[in-house]
Nanobody, 117 residues
Framework: QVQLVESGGDLVQAGGSLRLSCAAS????????MGWYRQAPGKQRELVAA???????RYADSVKGRFTISRDNAKNTVYLQMNSLKPEDTAVYYC???????????WGQGTQVTVSS
């Protein structure tokens, strides 16, 4: 099992920035995918961004150009730099880990991001 510990969630004003971090530990395969999902009350959970161990990235259309996902493979840590935040970005953000783009099977406990206008 892989354990994920998230940090960085906060209350910010619209237009501001936050950087989320997620450190993974446990039985980690060298080839993997890590990413961020988010879920707001009354809305479906959506994939915000993901990055493979090789550096390939995917983003939700709603965050392209504003968010950047990156990782440090040596530290088994993934980051989400969030710029130009909007109130609609308000959600609980969950770090995820899996061995393919289609199998996220480890989840963090979530970190709250609140954006006010």
């Amino acid at each position: 099992q892989v354990q994920l510990v998230e940090s960085g969630g906060d209350l910010v004003q619209a237009g501001g920035s936050l950087r989320l971090s997620c450190a993974a530990s446990g039985s980690i395969f060298s080839i993997n995918v890590m990413g961020w999902y988010r879920q707001a009350p009354g809305k479906q959970r959506e994939l915000v961004a993901a990055i493979s161990s090789g550096g390939s990235t995917r983003y939700a259309d709603s965050v392209k150009g504003r968010f950047t996902i990156s990782r440090d493979n040596a530290k088994n840590t993934v980051y989400l730099q969030m710029n130009s935040l909007k109130p609609e970005d308000t959600a609980v953000y969950y770090c995820t880990y899996g061995t393919s783009w289609y199998s996220f099977d480890s989840w963090g406990q979530g970190t709250q991001v609140t954006v006010s206008s």
